[in-house]
């Protein structure tokens, strides 16, 4: 079963670096969403694909985050001039979408940041 | 602001006890709901789902969960929990219409344990 895969599954990096995140979804899945998820909270909602355009972004994605999805297979999330509040689990998830409409996602085990 | 509320952050029971854990949403139209769980170490999985018609729909390892549409409730059961339901569960909603078709709103969790 080739479920959502995400690399690194960790990643500790000093404040100000920049770091960047992929995903490959399942390969027959048209939607890709990126959610955060800090401690003691649920995920929240980043970003997401629908093939390779990018649908929609929340107001939580500051100018210092991007995402891309260029032949929409993998996407990568990118954050510039990482700070303390950055540090998160970054969740990954894809779906598809059919003639029933959007089908339940299905997330991957997660990119955790530490940032120093 | 729209939300997703889960009332219980931690509960405590012991094999063969019923379960019910509460999830309320403040979002007005179409919606569908997902409950998704986690064991500890390992991603999030989808336990159950209502799209549309019965509103007592059945998930796996003998979970369900009651739409009560007038509530805006989804609460998940299950009649006699064991020791390997250990996990946080965590209520997601998805707004069927409107500019916000594909993000899941999810509620902050409630982490079970089940003592043997």
């Known amino acids: 079963d080739t479920g959502v895969s995400q690399n690194p599954r960790h990643k500790i990096t000093k404040r100000g670096q920049n770091v960047t995140f992929r995903c490959d979804p399942i390969?027959?899945?048209?939607?890709l969403y990126w959610y955060r998820q800090t401690l003691g909270q649920g995920p929240e909602f980043l970003t997401y694909?629908?093939?390779?355009?990018?649908?929609?972004k929340s107001r939580l994605l500051s100018d210092r985050f991007s995402a891309e999805r260029p032949k929409g297979s993998f996407s990568t999330l990118e954050i510039q001039r990482t700070e303390q509040g950055d540090s998160a689990m970054y969740l990954c998830?894809?779906?598809?979408?059919?003639?029933?409409?959007?089908?339940?996602?299905?997330f991957g085990d997660g990119t955790r940041l530490s940032i120093l | 602001a729209q939300s997703v509320s889960q009332h219980n952050h931690h509960v405590i029971l012991s094999e063969a006890a019923s379960l019910e854990l509460g999830c309320n949403y403040s979002?007005?139209?179409?919606?569908?709901l997902f409950w998704y769980v986690q064991y500890p170490g390992q991603h999030l999985q989808l336990l159950l789902k209502?799209?549309?018609?019965?509103?007592l729909v059945k998930g796996i390892k003998g979970f369900e969960a009651e739409f009560i549409k007038s509530k805006f409730s989804f609460n998940l059961r299950k009649p006699s929990v064991q020791w390997s339901d250990t996990a946080e569960y965590f209520c997601?909603?998805?707004?069927?219409?409107?500019?916000?078709?594909?993000?899941?709103?999810f509620g902050r969790g409630t982490q079970l344990t089940v003592w043997p």
């Open positions: 998830a894809s779906s598809s979408l059919t003639g029933e409409g959007n089908q339940p996602q299905h």
């Open positions: 390969s027959e899945h048209n939607r």
């Open positions: 694909f629908q093939n390779e355009a990018q649908l929609e």
């Open positions: 979002y007005g139209g179409t919606v569908n």
């Open positions: 209502y799209f549309s018609g019965d509103p």
């Open positions: 997601a909603v998805n707004v069927v219409r409107g500019s916000t078709l594909g993000r899941l709103y």
